[in-house]
């Protein structure tokens, strides 16, 4: 089972006779990159917020690498090397490129809210900062501020951010939302060269996306597993067709 670094077994989810999350039996094999996908409304974020403890399961146990983790708090989780980017860009907009990366490397130091330490003692994380700019291919844009820059390159500062926490398990919340053809392209090449010697699980509707990077997928509709496998098997299963389509006929390229 080493090879499998998080598994969820019967996890639900249930608001109010409303269940979000049924029964969901997820394995994520170390060293992949895994796809969740479904509809809107399947309940993909809703399982990412069981994932990451921003919601508690109604019934059903969360393990990552062997450890049970169902009843941890996000600090924890975060602190065992799971770690969000999140749908919405999360950087600060008026600090330079090099100055939000530093805040993700003082997270995972510790010091976050010691504000009042002398500017000159973050200046030991720069050689870092710079490293994981140029991993994302930021580098020359270091001394930048973050708002005066286009939405592709803010969520390539955000991988970059998330990758300054150290995460053995990066969750990657729709990572291509909003953007057009080029950054699509340019974040799904980023996904792939970070993810060597990591695992990602990501949540993505861009159906070319996964064709291209994901090496498994899930496919959840009505908060349960309606189909998993990789994306030439799940992508001419009828069930996965309907559910995205309507139909049966045709292929799933064209939902995105």
Request: proline share 4%; charged share 20%; glycine share 8%.
């Amino acid at each position: 089972m080493s090879d499998v670094i998080l598994k969820t077994s019967h996890l639900t989810k249930e608001f109010k006779g409303f269940t979000a999350v049924s029964d969901v039996n997820l394995s994520v094999r170390r060293g992949s990159i895994h796809a969740l996908i479904g509809p809107n409304g399947a309940g993909k974020t809703t399982c990412f917020n069981l994932l990451t403890k921003f919601l508690v399961p109604t019934s059903g146990t969360i393990h990552f690498n062997g450890h049970d983790i169902t009843h941890e708090q996000p600090a924890q989780i975060a602190r065992r090397g799971v770690i969000r980017s999140f749908q919405i860009s999360a950087v600060f907009p008026h600090l330079t490129l090099m100055e939000n990366v530093r805040l993700g490397l003082q997270r995972k130091l510790g010091t976050s809210y010691h504000f009042w330490r002398s500017q000159s003692s973050l200046n030991q994380l720069n050689g870092r900062a710079l490293e994981l700019l140029a991993e994302v291919g930021l580098e020359d844009l270091a001394d930048e501020v973050t708002v005066n820059l286009p939405y592709g390159r803010k969520r390539a500062l955000e991988i970059a951010t998330t990758l300054a926490m150290e995460p053995e398990l990066m969750l990657l919340d729709e990572p291509t939302q909003g953007m057009g053809h080029e950054d699509v392209d340019r974040v799904t090449q980023l996904i792939k060269k970070v993810s060597a010697g990591r695992t990602i699980l990501m949540v993505e509707h861009n159906m070319k996306v996964i064709a291209t990077i994901a090496d498994c997928i899930t496919v959840l509709q009505r908060g349960a597993v309606l189909a998993e496998g990789p994306y030439e098997e799940v992508s001419k299963n009828p069930q996965v067709m309907e559910a995205y389509m309507g139909t049966t006929d045709g292929q799933l390229q064209g939902a995105h």
